[in-house]
C-alpha cells in the first residue's frame, strides 16, 4: 500500500465502526398504527380492480364464443387479467389490517380469492379453446357485481 492512501484507510476504518451502526438503525423505528381509512381505500381498489378483471374476462369468452375475437387474443387477455386479478389480491393481503376491520379484512379477501380462483379457471377454458360456457360467464358477472357492491 502506498504511504499516501494509509491515512485514508486508517480514517475509513475509525469512522465506520461510528457510521455502521447509525445507517442500519436509521431505517428501524416504530410502525405506526395501521390507519383504517387508508385499508378502506386500499381495499376499495382492489376490488375495483379485480371486477375490472373478471368483466375483461366475461368479455373476452363471450367475444371469442362468438368468434369475434382471435382465440390467442383471447388467451393473452385473460392471461394477463388472471395476472392483475392475482396483483390486486396479493398487494392488499400484504397490508395490516386494522383491528377494527379484521372482519371486513376476511371476507373482503374471501371475495379477492374468488375473483382470482375464477379467472384462473376462465383462463384454463381459454387456454383449452373453451369458451361457451353459459354457467362460467353467469359466474363472472355474479361474481363481477359482488367485487362493485363490496367496493365502497
Known sequence: MKRSQRPTVVAVLLVLPLVLPLVLLGGCGVVARPDAAAWDDRAAQALTDAGS????????????????????????????????????????????????????????????????????????????????DAGLLDDLDRLEGDLRQAAP
Open 53 to 132: 378483471q373478471v368483466a375483461t374476462v366475461r368479455l373476452a369468452l363471450a367475444s371469442a364464443g362468438e368468434g369475434r375475437t382471435w382465440s390467442s387474443y383471447t388467451t393473452v387477455l385473460v392471461v394477463q387479467a388472471e395476472e392483475a386479478a392475482g396483483r390486486a389480491e396479493e398487494d392488499l393481503a400484504r397490508v395490516q389490517v386494522p383491528a377494527a376491520r379484521a372482519d371486513t379484512a376476511a371476507a373482503v379477501l374471501d371475495l379477492l380469492d374468488r375473483a382470482v380462483d375464477l379467472v384462473a379457471e376462465a383462463r384454463a377454458r381459454a387456454v383449452a379453446g373453451r369458451y361457451d
